[in-house]
């Protein structure tokens, strides 16, 4: 299974980006599309995911400024960030979570917020 992930960039603090996720299959009824942050320095941290019935879960800090969506005709997972802060510096990774349990990684995309 490969992931494109794509949409990442340098946006000024208080703008907004929209990520991009395609797998090349579909993770099935009962699978999931995660997207992770990995800043420098710190551990790989989920941001948001969502399940393939279209449950949704956030970290705090993407609490109402984030939001995760998948549109199942293109098979891709968005998500959308509002209101950036430099904090939110990072390499983001979407993430194909299989019933199987079986996790495989896309290529990150750099999202650069300045001050």
């Given at each position: 299974?490969?992931?494109?992930?794509?949409?990442?960039?340098?946006?000024?603090?208080?703008?907004?980006?929209?990520?991009?996720?395609?797998?090349?299959?579909?993770?099935?009824?009962?699978?999931a599309?995660?997207?992770?942050?990995?800043?420098?320095?710190?551990?790989?941290?989920?941001?948001?995911?969502?399940?393939?019935?279209?449950?949704?879960?956030?970290?705090?800090?993407?609490?109402?400024?984030?939001?995760?969506?998948?549109?199942?005709?293109?098979?891709?997972?968005?998500l959308?960030?509002?209101?950036?802060?430099?904090?939110?510096?990072?390499?983001?990774?979407?993430?194909?979570?299989?019933?199987?349990?079986?996790?495989?990684w896309?290529?990150?995309?750099?999202?650069?917020?300045?001050?």
């Open positions: 299974v490969q992931l494109q992930a794509s949409g990442g960039g340098l946006v000024q603090a208080g703008g907004s980006l929209r990520l991009s996720c395609a797998p090349s299959e579909s993770t099935g009824s009962r699978g599309i995660g997207w992770y942050r990995q800043a420098p320095g710190k551990q790989r941290e989920l941001v948001a995911s969502i399940t393939s019935r279209g449950s949704t879960n956030y970290q705090d800090s993407a609490k109402g400024r984030f939001t995760i969506s998948r549109d199942n005709a293109k098979n891709t997972v968005y959308q960030m509002n209101s950036l802060k430099p904090e939110d510096t990072a390499v983001y990774y979407c993430s194909a979570d299989f019933y199987s349990g079986m996790k495989y896309g290529k990150g995309t750099l999202v650069t917020v300045s001050s």
